[in-house]
């Protein structure tokens, strides 16, 4: 198993992407901590599905953007697990489609939180206990073009997730690496309350795989990127869209 006695922390792990990478992580044999903020059906069978086949898991409720969550969160995995190895910052959403001549400085501030300030607090916490280890960072094709109609916001906060990753993949080598993923149109709550169902068919034929990706697909990126089968790579922004976007 490519990650036996590794500790995994998994953020916003109650659903689709994040749980996905929580179940594929723990298929290689990581012990895994399972955030979730109000997904706690879905953080919780994944406990049990994990736990079911060998495996150690916990899931714990808690809200990133504060530093409290952010210490329950890892102070439990290093009290369970003895270490943090792996972590994966998954938290983050677009909250909802604004323009910026309609979009007031709450709506700037929560989205810049939820996707930015939460990977900015994780990374810092998780740093006290990691001396080697590895960062996986969920950015967003969004980051690279912009985003849909109505979310500045969100294409900002991930494109400075983007920049954040480069310089601390500068910052924390070589001991830990640190790279994000670019998804595009994976098959998600997200785009199940912010896309319409025609720009989803339209990608998904105009796309040169002629699907949207799933979560597992993701995850499996994220597994390599986590693991030594990926040593001699970081700092970098890696594109999972099907084909719809080269950069």
Request: proline fraction near 2%.
């Amino acid at each position: 198993m490519k990650l036996q006695g590794k500790t995994a922390i998994i953020t916003g792990g109650g659903r689709d992407i994040g749980r996905a990478c929580a179940i594929r992580l723990a298929e290689e044999g990581a012990n895994v901590a399972i955030n979730y903020f109000s997904s706690s059906e879905g953080a919780d069978s994944a406990v049990a599905e994990i736990t079911a086949a060998g495996g150690k898991a916990f899931a714990l409720q808690g809200d990133l953007n504060t530093q409290e969550g952010v210490d329950a969160l890892v102070g439990k995995a290093v009290a369970d697990f003895g270490s943090v190895d792996i972590l994966v910052n998954n938290t983050g959403g677009l909250i909802a489609r604004k323009k910026i001549s309609e979009m007031s400085l709450e709506h700037w501030n929560a989205v810049m939180d939820l996707n930015l300030t939460s990977t900015f607090l994780m990374v810092k916490a998780c740093l006290e206990h990691m001396t080697t280890g590895t960062i996986v960072n969920l950015a967003s094709q969004a980051g690279r073009d912009g985003g849909g109609p109505g979310s500045v916001a969100y294409a900002t906060s991930k494109g400075a997730v983007m920049t954040m990753t480069r310089g601390l993949a500068k910052e924390l080598g070589p001991n830990i690496r640190v790279n994000a993923l670019c998804p595009g149109m994976i098959d998600t709550d997200f785009h199940n309350v912010h896309t319409k169902p025609e720009v989803r068919t339209f990608v998904e034929n105009a796309s040169p795989v002629k699907r949207q990706g799933l979560p597992v697909d993701i995850a499996n990126l994220v597994l390599f990127l986590a693991c030594d089968d990926s040593a001699f790579i970081t700092g970098a922004n890696v594109d999972i869209n099907g084909g719809m976007l080269f950069s």
